[in-house]
């Protein structure tokens, strides 16, 4: 069983950056695939991006690409989401998962999620 924990979200404006951590325990961090997703209020939970277990390829949503950048330490255990050049429409919860696939964009592919973390940006 994997716990993970989101950290680092929290109010920006236009234009500024914040990153994302989540910390993962009780299992083999390194054998999991992570993925970000996003929630907005009233909407589904979107694919934000991926990146695979080895760190070395990495993929992402139209709506984020160039802006936003997933890594991976795994010797902390810990996947990170840089968010730059933040826009009003990127306020959402921004959840961390873990899932077996190689390239996993759909939320059913992810086994353990975390609880979440508020990022809101005002314009």
């Known amino acids: 069983q994997v716990q993970l924990v989101e950290s680092g979200g929290g109010l920006a404006q236009t234009g500024d950056s914040l990153r994302l951590s989540c910390a993962a325990s009780g299992g083999i961090f390194s054998t999991y695939t992570m993925g970000w997703f996003r929630q907005a209020p009233g909407k589904e939970r979107d694919f934000v991006g991926v990146i695979t277990r080895n760190g070395r390829s990495t993929y992402y949503a139209d709506s984020v690409k160039g802006r936003f950048t997933i890594s991976r330490d795994n010797a902390k255990n810990t996947v990170y989401l840089q968010m730059n050049s933040l826009k009003p429409e990127d306020t959402a919860v921004y959840y961390c998962?873990?899932?077996?696939?190689?390239?996993?964009?759909?939320?059913?592919?992810?086994?353990?999620w975390g609880q979440g973390t508020q990022v809101t940006v005002s314009s």
């Open positions: 998962a873990a899932g077996g696939t190689y390239y996993g964009q759909n939320q059913y592919e992810y086994d353990y």
